[in-house]
């Protein structure tokens, strides 16, 4: 069944003598079901033009269209110009709403193209080759398509120009009775991908097609908005046009129909050429990888340490794991991360340390756990420095949960402290009364080259001392995360009393905790 009613006549009578292609006149007339957007287009087109002329409605007109009209708004109402700019009749009248069937076929002057050559199969099948030749795995694919920023103006122009033939008839058609370009689009590719890719199109899923469109013979059509409202086109180091689609939509909002329409032309100009494709880009979401580490060099840095330009150390933790992990998935890049951080010359032994790396647009994504064991099994054979255990494919929402409560966490320690003044234990039990002690830590030298200066509150909750003899005692320490970087070695750490002395008093110690 033809999805256009007798109310919607007028309106498709003027659209297509404008140059509108009979999908655009479907969105502009709110058919909202995906059937009729895909049928073929030249049957749609006989049927739109069998619609205009059945009911006794007057024949196809004999010889060429007359001009185009542009409208302008008068604060009594709305009247138009020729295309000479001389006072005429308006395109809305009775005489001249006879449907004329283009005698070739023509670029549409609102999708520019998009809704013709590039819904159907043909190019869908092309797309699809590019797809299949990227080397991605994927089960499911979801489309993405950038249109020219230029379409909203077109759309607009068109919008304003139905608007006015619908108030002639009592009608009202608001900015969201317009079905989206895109949601058409969708209804008409959504089904041929899937078709072609065997695969169903999903709009979650991590493997994403993304088709870029370009038309450069109307560049000029946004210009004028840049004009109207310069604050909505402001320059971006990442942007190589400040006409960008978000910014010309900011603008259409602001800016009055009036000024519009003495603008730019309604209905828009018909173009003779369609859009062209830019690129067409295969991309899948980040995968990450999470397991445990154990570090056994005490000449091991987590993460790479370079500082100036200079790599101080031959390899790192991150390295010996993730160069492996790129490899087998076929990323691009990656991220490491884990639950804290060990100094270059401390070991990690136990159970280990938590640690994620996310893996950037990786072409390989499914693998078997027998796949990840012998993966795991390959990076522990690779260095004696590490070992790596429960390797294990997680979500994003796992990453969080390892980094949680990271500031929450405490640590224990322990240091052999020596003092130039002799003591008695007498003398350091005290310690063991001293509970949550604050420390304004300032970032440590060796970390700068990597972490801002900055001065950080740590506390530590509890210390317990053993004496030793007149100038040793060990120190066990109960503390919160990250609070060592203070308690290094010559470091002004405690507040001691001293022989005859009641108050306090700093002391200096060396050793490393």
Known sequence: ??????????????????????????????????????????????????????ENRELILEGPDPPL??????????????????????????????????SNWRVCNVCLGILQGFCE??????VCQKVEASGFEFTSVVLSVSFPPQLSVREHAAWLLVKQEMGKQSLSLGRNDVVQLKEAYKWITHPLFSEELGVPTDGKSLFEVSVVFAHPETLQDCHFLGEVCPDCFKPAKNKQSVFTRMAVLKALSRIKEEDFLTQFP?????????????????????????GRYNKYSRNLPQTPWIIDGERKMESSVEELISDHLLAVFKAES???????REDVDVRTLGNGRPFAVELLNPH?????????????????KSSDKIQVRDLQLVTREA???????????????????????????KDIGFLDDLKDLKIDQKTPLRVLHRRPLAVRTRAIHSMKTHYLD????????????????????????????????????????????
């Not at 292609?21 to 739109?48: M, S, T, W």
């Open 121 to 126: 199969k043909d190019f869908i099948t092309e």
């Open 399 to 425: 990453i969080g949960h390892m980094k949680e409560g990271e500031e929450e966490k405490t640590k224990t320690y322990s240091a052999l402290i020596w003092t130039n003044r002799a003591i008695q234990k």
């Open 334 to 340: 990656f991220n490491f991360s884990s639950s804290g």
């Open 1 to 54: 069944m033809f999805p256009l009613k007798e109310e919607n006549r007028r309106v498709a009578q003027l659209l297509l003598r404008s140059g509108t292609c009979p999908r655009c006149i479907f969105r502009f007339c709110g058919v909202d079901l995906p059937a009729p957007y895909k049928r073929p287009y030249k049957e749609l087109l006989d049927d739109l033009q069998t619609f205009l002329e059945s």
């Open 266 to 290: 309604c209905p828009p100009d018909s173009p003779k050429t369609i859009c062209t494709v830019l690129e067409v880009e295969c991309t899948h979401g980040a995968v990450f990888v999470a």
């Open 69 to 102: 009209k542009k409208i302008r708004l008068h604060e009594d109402g709305v009247d138009t110009l020729s295309a000479n700019g001389e006072e005429g009749v308006s395109v809305t009248e009775d005489e001249n709403m006879a449907a004329t069937k283009p």
């Open 470 to 513: 007149e100038h040793h005692f060990r120190l066990h320490l109960k503390t919160q995360a990250g609070t060592p970087h203070v308690l290094q070695a010559d470091c002004e750490l405690l507040i001691l009393p001293s022989a005859g002395i009641t108050g306090p008093r700093r002391l200096r110690c060396s050793g490393i905790f």
């Open 364 to 380: 390989r994504v499914h693998f078997t756990s027998q796949e990840i064991k012998e993966l795991q099994q390959k990076i522990n």
